[in-house]
Nanobody, 119 residues
């Protein structure tokens, strides 16, 4: 069984920073892409940032220049450093990873962590 456990959410004032972490544990052979999504109330879940197993990154236009995704493959952990936070960044943030166990890749999600940015 594989689990993704997120941490680091909370309440911050506009302009502040937060760092989210997501650690994968369990029967893991390898991890391909690791991603952060977010879902605001009444809206669809959307991709915020992605990092491949080689370190290539992609960002949503709304967070470019403010958020940085990184990963520590030795710890099976992905991070999201969020700077210059805005009220519109308020959402539940979800970690997602493509994890190889045995012969196949499976898609796993974390439980979500709330980020609230006050104006």
């Amino acid at each position: 069984q594989v689990q993704l456990v997120e941490s680091g959410g909370g309440l911050v004032q506009a302009g502040g920073s937060l760092r989210l972490s997501c650690a994968a544990s369990g029967s893991i052979f390898s991890i391909n892409a690791m991603n952060w999504y977010r879902q605001a109330p009444g809206k669809q879940r959307r991709l915020v940032a992605a990092v491949s197993n080689s370190g290539s990154t992609n960002y949503a236009d709304s967070v470019k220049g403010r958020f940085t995704i990184s990963r520590d493959n030795a710890k099976n952990t992905v991070y999201l450093q969020m700077n210059s936070l805005k009220p519109e960044d308020t959402a539940v943030y979800y970690c997602n990873a493509g994890i190889v166990a045995g012969r196949y890749e499976y898609d796993y999600w974390g439980q979500g962590t709330q980020v609230t940015v006050s104006s």
